[in-house]
């Protein structure tokens, strides 16, 4: 049972995550039940408490753990059509943080992916690479670059 202050935090429950023994509650307000198991076979982020709270707007968003339970609970992988790039690297953020390691990954492909067709898109991806501290992300930007893929930053 959510308790007052737990309840005054949320605006919205999301619409495909209504149903589960954790309550996660984004920055952005709105909050999403999910059955334990689906958390704990990819991530520590629900060990014990039934509810968690998120703090950081920049990318513990609803946006972003959609992304992420859409990999775990639907094996839904985003497209540059349904999810804008900066959508997926706030998603990588939130995965990275949380160790949600196969879903990371599965976004890191998805980043590399667009990025022959946009300079852009190649420094959004270092950055969040230096941000996150990924050397691997780093080093397909680098293997990217040595093999032509990418044209000029």
């Known amino acids: 049972m959510s308790t007052a202050n737990e309840l005054a935090a949320i605006e919205r429950y999301h619409e495909r995550y209504t149903n589960g023994d954790v309550t996660l509650i984004l920055a952005d307000k709105v909050a999403f039940k999910i059955e334990r198991h689906y958390l704990t076979a990819h991530?520590?982020?629900?060990?014990?408490d039934p509810t968690v709270h998120f703090a950081d707007a920049s990318f513990e968003t609803a946006t972003s753990l959609t992304i992420c339970l859409d990999h775990i609970v639907r094996s839904v992988r985003p497209d540059d059509a349904a999810a804008a790039a900066?959508?997926?690297?706030?998603?990588?953020?939130?995965?990275?943080?949380?160790?949600?390691?196969?879903?990371?990954e599965l976004l890191r492909a998805n980043l590399l992916s667009?990025?022959?067709?946009?300079?852009?898109?190649?420094?959004?991806v270092f950055a969040l690479a230096a941000a996150v501290g990924d050397v691997g992300l780093y080093e397909s930007l680098i293997r990217a670059a040595g093999s032509g893929v990418i044209a000029s930053v």
């Not at 991530?43 to 014990?48: E, V």
């Not at 900066?86 to 990371?104: H, L, N, P, Q």
């Not at 067709?117 to 190649?122: A, K, L």
């Open 114 to 124: 667009g990025i022959a067709s946009s300079p852009r898109r190649v420094q959004d």
């Open 43 to 48: 991530s520590p982020l629900a060990a014990g």
């Open 86 to 104: 900066a959508s997926v690297m706030a998603a990588y953020r939130f995965a990275d943080k949380y160790d949600f390691a196969m879903v990371r």
